[in-house]
């Protein structure tokens, strides 16, 4: 019998939201979808908006975002 449950358990058992594993989601499925040579743009528009992300996360999936979109000779002169 374990006397200590684990974070991860205790949060999910308390139904709050992990925000690092939303994070991690969002961020495979913009990756997916940028692979299939879809504009990513929809996605983020929707992610951003997810209140259950914290200051860090937001922060991190607006590198990933930026990241995935595609590199144009004019877009890297516009840096």
């Given amino acids: 019998m374990r006397r200590f449950r684990s974070r991860r358990s205790k949060i999910a058992s308390e139904g709050e939201p992990d925000p690092h594993r939303i994070l991690t989601e969002y ?9 299939g040579d879809q504009d990513v743009t929809p996605l983020y528009e929707e992610y951003i908006k997810d209140s259950r992300l914290g200051r860090s996360e937001l922060e991190e999936l607006t590198e990933v975002y930026r990241s995935l979109l ?6 890297l002169s516009a840096r």
Avoid at 27 to 35: F, G, K
Wanted: hydrophobic share 35%; proline share 13%; aromatic share 0%.
């Fill in 70 to 75: 595609p590199r144009t000779p004019s877009g």
């Fill in 27 to 35: 961020v495979l499925n913009m990756s997916i979808t940028c692979l």
